[in-house]
Structure formats: structure tokens, C-alpha cells
T-cell receptor
Framework: DVKVTQSSRYLVKRTGEKVFLECVQDMDHENMFWYRQDPGLGLRLIYF???????EKGDIPEGYSVSREKKERFSLILESASTNQTSMYLC?????????????FGSGTQLSVL | RKEVEQDPGPFNVPEGATVAFNCTYSNSASQSFFWYRQDCRKEPKLLMSVYSSGNEDGRFTAQLNRASQYISLLIRDSKLSDSATYLCVVPRGGTYKYIFGTGTRLKVLA
């Protein structure tokens, strides 16, 4: 089974802090995703990486950046955390390419920004 | 109109009941569909994939109606452990994007 591991289950940070969320997958997947999930809004795509050092902005990239230096690791960075970034963050991965490929999710990080 | 729409529920059903919920999608070119199950404060987990007319796995059946542009999920002989939110996911063809419904909440009551 694919394993997608997120480094923290719960995080509490202060406004203005730089926050790093880490995600590691063990199945050699080319594609990795960062989503946030908020009540009533569903999952929204923040960033997508289709391979090492390759990234594309998703639907809501403002206030976030990402890093993919190794195939198995995809990091989400909040440059200066704000209270409206309080959310559940979900990392996902899949094999390269087609829409038929299913997504595998990490267990999520519930981030609270105070 | 939203690309993917689901009734948020909750659907409250007794144990042993059969329950069905639908997901409508707007892009008639969509070719593949997924149902994910999500427990409270947990990650979504794949329940079923639907690539043609439908799919069946034990008590769960997913059906695709292309003419009316919806997929349905039928759960037979509901168990308490089926209580969860069920997410409909539709890949946006030609892109890497997946469009997520906001989910339908199911509560199975003893």
C-alpha cells in the first residue's frame, strides 16, 4: 500500500511565523499535491508538483510556497502565517499523468494560527 | 453551477438500511470518477473508482449516469462503521486537477 506521511498531525503557530509542512511518500510517485480543507468549501488545491523541482500553482497559492528537492518529499511553506490559514492541510500523491489515477492522501495536518 | 455538487446531508439511517446518494457533475467530457470516504478529522480514503457504467464492491455499488451527469453511491445493509462523509471526486480531463464535492454526511444509527 502507498504510504503518504505528513510530519505533524497538529500544529499551533503564531501570526507572522514561517511554517513548514512536510510530506513524504514511499511509492515513487511523480505527482504530489497540497490541499487545504475547510468546512463547507471542500478540498482546494494550493500547489501541485509533477516531478522533482517542478511545481504549478493551484487554485489558492497566495501566501504559500512549495519545495520539491527530492521525489519523495514535498514541502509546503507558509511564509508569514495568518489566521485565515488556519485549516486542515492534506498532502496527496499519485502516479504520473492520467486522470484515471487515484489520489493517496496523508493523514493531514490541522494547523491553527493564533 | 458548481462543477461537482453533493447533498451535504446528514442522511440519518438505521442499521441495516439501504441508503443512496448522488453526485452531479457539470463537465460532460468527464471520464472517470471516484468516491472517497472521510472520517471526522481524518484523511480521505478511496472507496471506489468508476470508469464506465458502474462498479460494485461488497455492500457498495457506484453507478454512473452519463445522460443525466451524475454518479450515485448505494450502500446496502448499513453498518455503524459506515458513518462518515462521502466525497465525490471528478478529475478535470486534460489537467492534473481533481474537483472535490463538499461531501455527503452519513450517520448510521443503532
Amino acid at each position: 500500500d502507498v504510504k503518504v506521511t505528513q510530519s505533524s498531525r497538529y500544529l499551533v503557530k503564531r501570526t507572522g511565523e514561517k511554517v513548514f509542512l512536510e510530506c513524504v511518500q514511499d511509492m515513487d510517485h511523480e505527482n504530489m499535491f497540497w490541499y487545504r480543507q475547510d468546512p463547507g468549501l471542500g478540498l482546494r488545491l494550493i500547489y501541485f508538483s509533477y516531478d522533482v523541482k517542478m511545481k504549478e500553482k493551484g487554485d489558492i497559492p497566495e501566501g504559500y510556497s512549495v519545495s520539491r528537492e527530492k521525489k519523495e518529499r514535498f514541502s509546503l511553506i507558509l511564509e508569514s502565517a495568518s489566521t485565515n490559514q488556519t485549516s486542515m492541510y492534506l498532502c496527496a500523491s499519485r502516479r504520473r499523468g492520467q486522470a484515471r489515477e487515484k489520489l493517496f492522501f496523508g493523514s493531514g495536518t490541522q494547523l491553527s494560527v493564533l | 453551477r458548481k462543477e461537482v455538487e453533493q447533498d451535504p446531508g446528514p442522511f440519518n439511517v438505521p442499521e441495516g438500511a439501504t441508503v443512496a446518494f448522488n453526485c452531479t457533475y457539470s463537465n460532460s467530457a468527464s471520464q472517470s470518477f471516484f468516491w472517497y470516504r472521510q472520517d471526522c478529522r481524518k484523511e480521505p480514503k478511496l472507496l471506489m473508482s468508476v470508469y464506465s457504467s458502474g462498479n460494485e464492491d461488497g455492500r457498495f455499488t457506484a453507478q454512473l449516469n452519463r445522460a443525466s451527469q451524475y454518479i450515485s453511491l448505494l450502500i446496502r445493509d448499513s453498518k455503524l462503521s459506515d458513518s462518515a462523509t462521502y466525497l465525490c471526486v471528478v478529475p478535470r480531463g486534460g489537467t492534473y486537477k481533481y474537483i472535490f464535492g463538499t461531501g455527503t454526511r452519513l450517520k448510521v444509527l443503532a
